[in-house]
């Protein structure tokens, strides 16, 4: 089972933040957070991992909280092709049999 | 650089029948990993191929079987087709122990059992 919970769906306005929220309360010292994201009739696309520190890249940010109990993905200005499934993952990095546990993400529409 | 592909993206097939599912991993990705995707739930861990042997599997029946060739493309099989089995199938190539531990995920073959 996921060890994440995650709202069902979300609604953000063409060209606002998007915070997508994350639980993860019993996540392990050794376990990173990942983000994926599903564009209909696509694969999931890798996004963003963190371990405790605050992550930014090309795409986007990721806060986590320093309990780690949490985490907030935040696309800085959200455009119509960001509407997506967002999936948040935790999983143990370099660990070659690890697979990826997903939950059923939340439902990220941009509205124009 | 060559992304990961699957063929074919689509097909149809009958209860009790089998299929075969192709995937070519990613330029230098050695690991394979296969997920099932059931309408409006997150993929599925099935398994995972390392240099040709399987090295994880989730919880699925041995009907569910697999292959990683020696240029690390990968097929998986499904005998006795049942029509919980409908669902898009993703591949994912990575290095075993990549630096970020990303996953390259492929469009997907979406199978229809009837």
């Known amino acids: 089972d996921a060890k994440t919970t995650q709202p069902t769906s979300m609604d953000c306005a063409e060209g606002r933040a998007a915070n997508l929220p994350c639980n993860h309360s019993t996540i392990s010292g050794n376990e990173y957070v990942y983000w994926y994201r599903q564009i209909h009739s696509q694969g999931p696309q890798y996004i963003i991992h963190g371990l405790k520190n605050n992550e930014t890249n090309e795409m986007a940010s990721l806060i986590i909280t320093e309990d780690r109990k949490s985490s907030t993905l935040i696309l800085p200005h959200a455009t119509l092709r960001d509407t997506a499934v967002y999936y948040c993952?935790?999983?143990?990095?370099?660990?070659?049999?690890?697979?990826?546990?997903f939950g059923k993400g939340t439902r990220l529409s941009v509205i124009a | 650089e060559t992304g990961v592909t699957q063929s074919p993206t689509h097909l149809i097939k009958t209860r009790g029948q089998q299929v075969t599912l192709r995937c070519s991993s990613q330029?230098?990705?050695?690991?394979v990993s296969w997920y099932q995707q059931a309408l409006g739930q997150g993929p599925q861990f099935i398994f995972q191929?390392?240099?040709?042997?399987?090295?994880g599997r989730g919880n699925f029946p041995p009907r569910f079987s697999g292959l990683q060739f020696p240029n690390y493309s990968s097929e998986l099989n499904v005998n006795a087709l049942e029509l919980d089995d409908s669902a898009l199938y993703l591949c994912?190539?990575?290095?075993?122990?990549?630096?970020?531990?990303?996953?390259?995920f492929g469009e997907g073959s979406r199978l229809t059992v009837l």
């Open positions: 994912a190539s990575s290095p075993l122990a990549g630096v970020t531990g990303e996953l390259f």
């Open positions: 330029s230098g990705h050695n690991t």
């Open positions: 993952i935790v999983r143990l990095l370099n660990s070659g049999n690890t697979p990826l546990v």
């Open positions: 191929y390392y240099r040709e042997e399987e090295n």
